[in-house]
Structures are given as C-alpha cells and as structure tokens.
DNA sequence: GAGTGGTCTAGACCACTCA
DNA sequence: GAGTGGTCTAGACCACTCA
C-alpha cells in the first residue's frame, strides 16, 4: 500500500495521475514496458478500480500510455517519424511514403546564440552542438534542417559518424546519450527562401519555404533538442479538424 | 423507456452515443440548449448513470456537448472565429486581438466548377453562389477569401446587403438560411501569390503566402460551405503540440 | 432546498492474450 | 485456464446552480 502526496484537494484519479506521471518522468518504467496491472495499482494505493481506470484514460489520451486488452498497459514510445508526415507530404513518384535519406553537412560544437539558449533554457554562449542536416528523397533534397543539442548530454554525438547511421537521429539519442525524447511543439510559419537554403535545397531565388520549429522535450518536459527546418512548399500540407 | 436502435454488438455506451448524435443532428435539440439530466437519460435508455456519462463523455470530447456542473449538459455552439486566430496572428499595434474587418467585393450565382462540386458533394456546373471577400484591420487588407456555398439552401443571401452586417458569415447562414455549421476541415499550405491577390492584399509579386481551404459541415456531417483564405506568410503561426 | 453534474466504490461478467 | 483490460450496474455522497 502506497500514498498518493499531491494536493489533498483534487480528486483522487487526478492525483493518481500525477503520481504516475512523475514516476513515468523519472524512469519508473521504459518506454515499452508494462505498468502494473489495474488490479495491483488499485491494491497499491487503495483505491477502487474504476478511480484507476479513470487515471489511467487520462495519461492514455495524453498518449502517454496505452492500453492493450489481455495483456496490459505500456508506456507510449513515441511515433515521431509520423508526425513530420503530417507536415511534409514526400511522395516518390511511386505514390509511396519514405523516411527521407538524411546527410549531416556540418557538425560543431559552439556556445550558444541567445535565440538557441532561450528554446533550451540555456544561458547564451553556454556550449552547444549545432548539426546542419540535408533530407533527400531519391537523392533530391526536400529539407533541410538546422538542429541544437545542449553540449554536454550529447558530447558523444561529436565522436560518432552520424553519417553511418540510419536517418532517424532520436534512437541515436536514446542508444548514444540516453536522452529520451517524449513530446514536441512544433511552430509553422511561412517566408522566402534565403540564399543559402535556395542552394541546398536546389530552388530558385525567392521561392516560398515552409519554416517547422520543433522544440523536443524528455519526459520530465525539459528540452533537450531545438531544430528549424525548412522545406519547399510546394511539398508542405497539413490538415486539421475544427470542431 | 425507449430502444437503442444500432448494431447490438457494440457496446451499450457506443450505441447510445450514436443515438444522441443522430438526434442531435436531426435538431432535436437546438445549440446553446440543454439534452436531458444523466438521469433522466438513464430512465429513457434503461441504462445505469455511468453508462449514459460515458456516451456523454465521447460527445464531450468530440465537442459536440458541453458539461455545466449543477446546471445541465448542452449542446455546443462552435466557436469558429477563435479558429481562424489559431492560424493568423492579427495583432494591432497595441497588440490586442480583433475580428478582422469585412468586405465583400463581389457576390454571384455561378455553374459550379469541377473543384468546388467536388469539395461540397455537387455535380459540375451545379447552381452555388460565389462570394470574394477581403478581410482588413485598420483597413489595412491582411486577407482575401474565395467563398463557395450551393445556391438553394443559401438563395437568400443574394437579395441581402452582406456589407451593412458585421464581419461574422456564419451567424448569417444561420438567421437568413437556416444552416448551422458545426464542424469544418481545414488543409494549410503556401504558394507565391498571384498578381490579383498581390494587388487585393498590396503585397509585392512572388511574395510567399499561405492559403487555407476550409469546407464547413452542419451536424449531419453534409458539406455547406467551402472557402480558401489567402494571407500573406508574415501573418501567419500555427502551433501544434507532438506527443 | 431541489436538481444538476462530479467523484468514488464494489463487484459481476465479458473479450482477449498467451503459455 | 490464469491473467489482463473492457463493459456495465447500483448506489452513496459531494460540489455547484438557481430560485
């Protein structure tokens, strides 16, 4: 039997909830993993199972967690190869979707410009690792992307050939600097192509670019990765439901 | 006492979640008034209280109902402006926030082109009514709006002076034409702005601009309006939150 | 104070998973 | 067949609204 600490004024599910959170945020369980059953969760903390079926409805629509009848309830790895899918439509001509190929131009460590120590809640000029990064469909480039990592969590990215890898950089993360990401906001916004990208990206001068903010967080919410990307919009689309 | 009329092999809650929305749709109720207590519905369905709060809980947060502890539970009136604000920044030098003003520039009844018989579920060339409208604040243009309705539900908007109304359509459509929108789809993308739109919105040529499509539904789910929305990129932020 | 939705319990039975 | 989450019930008591 366990006691739930939080505010003694909210409802029991909400601080259930919580407590879950904050056990999830300090690795409790891995991403992957099982929570304990409704049954032991209930016992544990004495509580009806309803109460803990509706804690846990609540980190499931966060999707944080996810149930899985018969077999239990897992913590939620997070799915963000979709998520640019959702922004970006990169069509082969074939009509099938692909995980763009991805090829890391530069790579340095550097301190900090003011803009890039906000997002991570840096001070400026504290030491960072800036990666300009080239995603290409069919060796035809479709973004590309400027990403900065607080130096030292990520120290072991500048001795590693991210060349050699696969294109997702967020299980290098996990396996090289065990900094797990779990959410991102993501900002869009719309400008003219600049010189530079105009080059890489191989569009004319003044062509409309599609600009994605993302700032990526680990579960306890503090951020750990901040990257502009940018990409033609003639490749951009995203749709939403209004209710 | 009354029957759950759907497929009996889903659950009793999905079911009666189904049966409230079909009414609801059917304008049973109409929006901003209140359905019957959980318990009355609990009486009329022979369900027990908790079941009828889940079918509840769905509509909820689909944001078709809407809970007021100690007064009852309502259906809820779609709050379509504050939409529009998630898309474009509108800000006055003071930085407060307005409904941008409204002009409309034209107004006729059209043959229904290819794309817009398609977008709300008519035949090519079938009677619709075309509006072009700018959007201005501090009649300064921040957008231009192409908008699209089918002609018979919506002919009385064309012996109407939309200008001497305020700047909100969709109050219209519901005192002059009986059509209330309950949901919308809306896709984002940028372009380079065409010469009629650089001139309506005094934007420079090849300045980037994003567009928005938006086709608007009522409760039945049945397309009434389809709109795409200009504005020039600097206007423009949209936020999204990844988990 | 009557009526509403909100929280919480205890428990029965069902559907699915996996050895 | 043991163990998991999913559905459903009946009912107690609380918090809030409104005349």
Redesign the pocket.
């Known amino acids: 039997m366990n006691m739930l600490s939080s505010d003694d004024r909210l409802?029991?599910?909400?601080r259930l909830r919580d407590e879950l959170a904050q056990q999830i945020a300090n690795n409790r369980w891995r991403a992957g993993e099982?929570?304990?059953?409704?049954?032991?969760l209930s016992v544990e903390y004495?509580?009806?199972?309803?109460?803990v079926?509706?804690a846990i409805d609540m980190l499931v629509s966060e999707r944080i967690l996810e149930?899985?009848?018969?077999?239990?309830?897992f913590i939620r790895r997070p799915q963000f190869q979709s998520s640019l899918f959702r922004f970006f439509r990169f069509m082969t001509p074939d009509g099938e979707r692909h995980v763009p190929e991805s090829r890391i131009l530069s790579k340095e460590p550097l301190p900090a410009p003011a803009e890039v120590a906000k997002a991570l809640g840096l001070l400026p000029a504290d030491p960072v690792i800036r990666l300009l990064r080239l995603r290409l469909i069919d060796s035809v480039p479709v973004l590309v992307e400027e990403i900065w990592l607080p130096r030292e969590p990520f120290k072991a990215i500048l001795d590693f050939d991210l060349n050699a890898e696969g294109p997702l950089l967020y299980p290098l993360y996990e396996d090289l600097c065990g900094q797990v990401v779990a959410s991102a906001d993501e900002t869009l916004t719309a400008e003219s192509v600049s010189e530079v990208h105009a080059r890489l990206l191989r569009v004319p001068a003044g062509a409309p670019v599609v600009v994605i903010e993302r700032l990526a967080r680990n579960y306890a919410g503090q951020p750990i990765e901040w990257r502009r990307s940018w990409g033609h919009a003639s490749h951009f689309r995203y749709s939403v439901e209004i209710r």
Chains 1, 2 share one sequence.
């Open positions: 409802p029991l599910y909400q099982a929570i304990p059953t409704e049954a032991a004495s509580l009806s199972v309803g109460t079926r509706k149930r899985q009848q018969g077999r239990g309830t």
